[in-house]
């Protein structure tokens, strides 16, 4: 066992993931959740080894499916794309020219990044995108990153929310983006904060129902099937340690306006309003539900 960010071998046990039945191969008891000693990373203990077959068929099924948004919904997803693109902008000292979207899935950003004026590369294992959408000025590959084999120093931007907490070997991934990155080039990465409050008061709760037989942070094969767990801590590791220097390092939370989104008295709502509380007390302790950072080659 040695932790795929710093390669300490030390680590903390702190339970049993939840796994997904569809591959009955994959038993429970053959694995742990483990907590680096050095950097604090957590991941599964041995790695997790499916196939990338077995990765897409997963995400093909139900992973967006399950998001099942309303309009008001991915009215506010384009928002807050909108936004996100505007900070990179703010922080580009390059032109940007070809911007990537690791992890693509329906596309939006891509429809955004076009719209700005970039060349908008999307790359997915699963191919989701959205069938409305215009794909002329679009580079869609289908396939993973180092299939895609993309020349050096190519990218102005490249983008990636939520997908280094499922992917195997993050480190061979920073390490690829730094290759494909233009010098002065950009990376911004959304990953979930597994030093929540929310999740540190899952931890005790699991502790305590399940002693440690179960474990809900770490979720492999469950929905959305995450096996890397980042904290602040690791994922500035995980970026210097790849060469890159960290322009910005930010939290940010749940859905603060979610009585507009959700049907009002639905199972749903009340489950929001009862995290909201939880989700204002994470600002100030700065343990919100998502890490956002920004960093430069
Ligand atoms: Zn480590």
Redesign the pocket.
């Known amino acids: 066992m040695q932790?795929k960010?710093?390669g300490?071998k030390k680590a903390t046990i702190l339970g049993k993931p939840r796994i997904n039945k569809k591959f009955p191969r994959i038993k429970e008891n053959n694995y742990t959740i483990v907590r680096?000693k050095?950097?604090s990373?957590y991941y599964t203990n041995p790695m997790i080894d499916l196939t990338q077959e077995e990765w897409v068929e997963l995400y093909e099924d139900d992973y967006f499916e399950n998001a099942n948004l309303t309009d008001w919904q991915i009215k506010l997803h384009q928002t807050e794309i909108m936004s996100r693109i505007k900070l990179i902008k703010t922080f580009s000292t390059l032109n940007i020219d070809k911007f990537l979207d690791m992890g693509c899935g329906e596309g939006l950003v891509l429809k955004e990044a076009l719209e700005n004026g970039f060349k908008p590369y999307g790359l997915d294992i699963a191919n989701n995108l959205d069938k409305s959408l215009d794909r002329t000025g679009i580079n869609f590959f289908n396939g993973n990153l180092f299939e895609a084999n993309y020349p050096d120093d190519y990218f102005s931007v490249i983008y990636s929310d939520s997908v280094l907490e499922h992917i195997e070997k993050p480190m061979l991934v920073l390490k690829e983006f730094y290759r494909i990155l233009q010098p002065n080039g950009l990376v911004f990465i959304i990953v979930p904060n597994e030093d929540s409050l929310i999740n540190d008061i899952k931890k005790i709760l699991y502790t305590l129902l399940y002693n440690k037989s179960k474990y809900g942070r770490i979720k492999p094969f469950v929905p959305p099937y995450h096996i890397n767990g980042f904290n602040k801590m690791?994922l500035e590791?995980a970026i210097k340690l790849n060469g890159f220097t960290v322009v910005e390092l930010a939290q940010f939370g749940g859905n603060y306006t979610f009585w507009k989104a959700r049907k009002k008295f639905s199972k749903s709502y009340f489950f929001e309003l009862l995290l909201y509380p939880l989700g204002l007390i994470s600002i100030p302790l700065n343990k919100q539900i998502q890490l956002q950072t920004i960093f430069k080659k």
């Open positions: 932790c960010i710093c300490m680096c050095k950097c990373f690791s590791y």
